[in-house]
């Protein structure tokens, strides 16, 4: 935090009305005019500077933690209210900060401050913006609005662009050499002049020297001496990604440089495993990941045996050539024991055929005996009849001759 304490309505001054109201639309800040061609520049300053005056106090309440709310709404006898259900609230850390929100917005920084009488609690409100408290207690009033105000003014340019804000320090009278936003910020609310941070100066070969020399280009030389249509080309000869901002093109071809053997330059340099060999694979540049797992170890692959090639004698090599063979004659024996079952399964269906015929003969054979018994009973009574009817007519003939 600067040194040097700006008021928010002294900063908003030196803004044009132009860049106070993208200040103004940026933050959610509402304009209050009396005037009927709309709200002047004042106007715009009066709002802000309220605004940014809330909005610091704000901050410093939210960052204090339960045990302090509640120390500092009990040191002021602030009522918590009664809830929803007319009960007294408790001092939770929620309802502290509500409370002492509602005293912010309602007093101003200035005399919300001079409500606080315990000076420890003056410099805890100073204390978590990071500066050091006074020594003078009738300082620590001023301290502590000027800590609000610092704070408001910060959250408010935030919201702004790097344009906007380098707008801002050209309308404020501000010198500046850098691009960072923080920097730009922090200048402006303690209206001092922004400063790139000094680099240490870095040696640049005098000569253009080719991409080969790995050993001797740095990230200056290739900076200086290429642009990047030429970076370009050459990460297209070694089918190196084609892409992005010059930065980033730089340092992936320093990683190929630098990482890649001058035999293997024209292969792939993310190639960074060996398989198949017994030499220690290559270790991988800074921003590739070596693959830990492989196709097999995620079951996506043939799964490969994981037992180790030891030496054997003869004995044991017989032992291995007998076990073989026992485990290739098992699947033969098993063939014909199959076939075995499948000859059996055949003719047994075969004899449950021939039972089913032999049945269906026989009743075949039944019913024929059964119709040749029926005709011969059939003849039989026939036979009865005609003795009958025979012997009634000779008893008719004997009674005529009579």
Do not use: W
């Amino acid at each position: 935090m600067s040194e040097v304490y700006v008021t928010p309505e002294y900063l908003l001054k030196n803004f044009s009305k132009a860049n106070l109201e993208i200040i103004s639309s940026k933050n959610g800040v509402t304009i209050e005019s009396v005037s009927k061609k709309g709200p002047k520049s004042s106007d715009y300053v009066q709002s802000i500077s309220l605004a940014m005056e809330q909005a610091g106090m704000q901050q410093l309440v939210m960052t204090l933690d339960a045990k302090e709310l509640k120390s500092i709404v009990e040191e002021m006898k602030i009522p918590l209210g009664v809830g929803s259900d007319n009960t007294p609230n408790k001092p939770t850390k929620a309802v502290c900060q509500r409370r002492l929100k509602e005293q912010v917005l309602a007093n101003g920084a200035e005399d919300f401050f001079k409500m606080v009488k315990n000076i420890d609690h003056l410099k805890l409100f100073i204390s978590i913006t990071g500066v050091d408290p006074v020594s003078d207690e009738d300082e620590l009033v001023s301290q502590a609005v000027n800590c609000a105000h610092y704070q408001g003014i910060c959250n408010f340019l935030a919201q702004l662009p790097s344009t906007v804000l380098e707008d801002l320090m050209i309308e404020a009278g501000l010198k500046y050499n850098t691009d960072s936003k923080g920097k730009l910020i922090s200048a402006l609310a303690g209206m001092h002049a922004a400063k790139r941070v000094a680099r240490p100066e870095v040696e640049v070969s005098a000569k253009k020297l080719p991409l080969k020399t790995s050993s001797k280009l740095t990230y200056a030389d290739i900076h200086t001496h290429y642009n990047k249509s030429e970076l370009l080309e050459f990460c297209e000869e070694k089918d190196l990604k084609a892409g992005g901002n010059k930065k980033e093109v730089i340092n992936r071809i320093l990683l190929f440089l630098n990482e890649v053997d001058d035999d293997d330059k024209e292969n792939d340099p993310r190639k960074f495993i060996m398989v198949g060999t017994k030499k220690p694979a290559k270790k991988a540049p800074k921003g590739y990941a070596v693959p830990t797992k492989t196709f097999s170890s995620l079951g996506l692959g043939p799964k490969k045996s994981k037992k180790k090639a030891v030496k054997k004698d003869d004995d044991e090599e017989d032992a291995d050539d007998q076990v073989d063979d026992e485990v290739a004659e098992k699947p033969k024996a098993s063939k014909k024991s199959s076939k075995k079952v499948q000859e059996s399964q055949v003719e047994d269906s075969e004899d449950q055929v021939e039972e089913v015929e032999k049945k269906s003969k026989s009743k075949k054979s039944s019913k024929k005996q059964v119709e040749e018994a029926e005709e011969v009973v059939e003849k039989a009574e026939k036979s009865k009849k005609d003795k009958k009817k025979n012997q009634k007519k000779v008893e008719e003939e004997e009674s005529d001759e009579e």
